[in-house]
């Protein structure tokens, strides 16, 4: 499975990386540390997205809000669940973020342990499926 983070913080990237290294399903994982450089990544892709991105919101130069317009708006990210994982508790920023169709809108936990949850809930939810959908259409091959 391959997840690409969008977060300008290395601090956080570390947090994300460190979290997902429990989880049963292997995770590689992709920093952006601007928008710019998410665009790079995903263009450079050749059609195959990652499987799931992790979106903040404060991003230097172009914010997370049209990043994930313009992940939605390209017809190559399909149905890539986009996570928010943000600082901002405004309800404004979650209903905008959702109004662009969010997967899910996470605000960023203040400790490793609750990093490690969401990651969990991110691989039950979303990895874990696609995971085991991957494996039955190689075997049918």
């Known amino acids: 499975m391959e997840l690409l983070v969008v977060d300008d ?4 990237f570390a947090l994300i990386r460190e979290s997902f290294r429990e989880c049963p399903v292997r995770v590689r994982i992709t920093p952006a540390l601007d928008a710019e450089r ?3 990544i995903l263009d450079d892709r050749e059609g195959a ?7 903040d919101l404060n991003l230097p130069r172009i914010d ?9 708006a390209d017809p190559r990210a ?11 508790t405004l309800p404004a920023d979650v209903y905008r973020a959702y109004d662009l ?3 899910a809108y996470i605000a960023k936990p203040s400790n490793l342990e609750t990093y490690f949850e969401i990651a969990r809930s991110i691989t039950t939810l979303w990895l874990e499926p696609l995971s085991v959908s991957l494996s039955r259409a190689v075997a049918t091959l």
């Open 64 to 72: 997370g809000f049209e990043v994930l317009r313009r992940i939605r």
């Open 101 to 103: 169709h969010a997967s």
């Open 78 to 88: 399909g149905s890539v669940p986009v996570v928010v994982m943000s600082s901002s």
């Open 38 to 40: 998410a665009f790079e």
């Open 49 to 55: 997205w990652p499987d799931l991105i992790i979106l």
């Open 9 to 12: 913080n290395p601090g956080d």
